[in-house]
């Protein structure tokens, strides 16, 4: 059994900067592939970036590439997502996932066995 829980969301002006951090309980959390999904009103819920089990593979939504940097904790048990030059579009609540025993990177929301209850990050000026 893993549990999330995101932390860092908040209000910003455009241009910007926010750190997400996502804390995983469980002994199963260092074999953990890790995502970074986004849902805003009214649309569905996408995914923004993810890692592998050993922090060394990450994968970006084109939206945010250049702008967000994924990473993982010395522990492993915490993963970030450092967002830089925020833009009103990427307003939005945002979620942790993680599949346990996972190896490849996967964008598609049903990969992921768990889920965090995520955090708002609101773009605005």
């Known amino acids: 059994q893993v549990q999330l829980v995101e932390s860092g969301g908040g209000l910003v002006q455009p241009g910007g900067s926010l750190r997400l951090s996502c804390a995983a309980s469980g002994d199963t959390f260092d074999g953990a592939v890790m995502g970074w999904f986004r849902q805003a009103p009214g649309k569905e819920r996408e995914f923004v970036s993810g890692i592998d089990r050993r922090g060394i593979r990450t994968l970006y939504a084109d939206s945010v590439k250049g702008r967000f940097t994924v990473s993982r904790g010395n522990a492993k048990n915490t993963v970030y997502l450092q967002m830089n030059s925020l833009k009103f579009e990427d307003t939005a609540v945002y979620y942790c996932?993680?599949?346990?025993?996972?190896?490849?990177?996967?964008?598609?929301?049903?990969?992921?066995?768990?889920w965090g209850q995520g955090t708002q990050v609101t773009v605005s000026s």
């Open positions: 996932a993680a599949r346990v025993n996972g190896y490849n990177l996967r964008t598609d929301p049903s990969f992921y066995d768990y």
